[in-house]
Nanobody, 126 residues
Framework: HVQLVESGGGSVQTGGSVRLSCTASGGRFDETDMGWYRQTPGNECELVSSMRSDGDIFYGDSVKGRFTVSRDSAKNTVYLQMNNLKAEDTAVYYC?????????????????????WGQGTQVTVS
C-alpha cells in the first residue's frame, strides 16, 4: 500500500490562489484512484475532487470551475490548484489513495476503511 504526504497549505487572501501537492510512495501510483477531501469542525468530510487512474475526473459542486486536479506520474504526485478562494474554502485538506471515485467517505475524513490517507494540510482563507 502507498504512503501519502500533503503540502502547500497556509493562509491566503480571499480571491487568491494556492496549489496543494500530494506525493505518494510505496505503491503503483499510476494505477491508483486518488481523491481530495476537506473537513471543518462540525461538518462532514466533503469530497472535493477525485481522479481515476484512467483519467476520469470529478469535482464537487462547491468547487467546480475554481479548482483543478492534475497528476504527474513521473513525480508520483497529484496536485489541487485552488483559484478564486472563498472564506468557506477554509478547511483541512486531505488526499487519499485507493478510494472509491466520486463517493464521499462519510462523516469523518481519514476513515481507514475508505482508503489510504495523508496527514492533511490546513488552508485558511481570509
Amino acid at each position: 500500500h502507498v504512503q501519502l504526504v500533503e503540502s502547500g497549505g497556509g493562509s491566503v487572501q480571499t480571491g487568491g490562489s494556492v496549489r496543494l501537492s500530494c506525493t505518494a510512495s510505496g505503491g503503483r501510483f499510476d494505477e491508483t484512484d486518488m481523491g481530495w477531501y476537506r473537513q471543518t469542525p462540525g461538518n462532514e468530510c466533503e469530497l472535493v475532487s477525485s481522479m481515476r487512474s484512467d483519467g476520469d475526473i470529478f469535482y464537487g459542486d462547491s468547487v467546480k470551475g475554481r479548482f483543478t486536479v492534475s497528476r504527474d506520474s513521473a513525480k508520483n504526485t497529484v496536485y489541487l490548484q485552488m483559484n478564486n478562494l472563498k472564506a468557506e474554502d477554509t478547511a483541512v485538506y486531505y488526499c487519499a489513495a485507493d478510494v472509491l471515485p466520486r463517493v464521499s467517505p462519510g462523516r469523518l475524513c481519514r476513515d481507514k476503511s475508505f482508503g489510504h490517507w495523508g496527514q492533511g494540510t490546513q488552508v485558511t482563507v481570509s
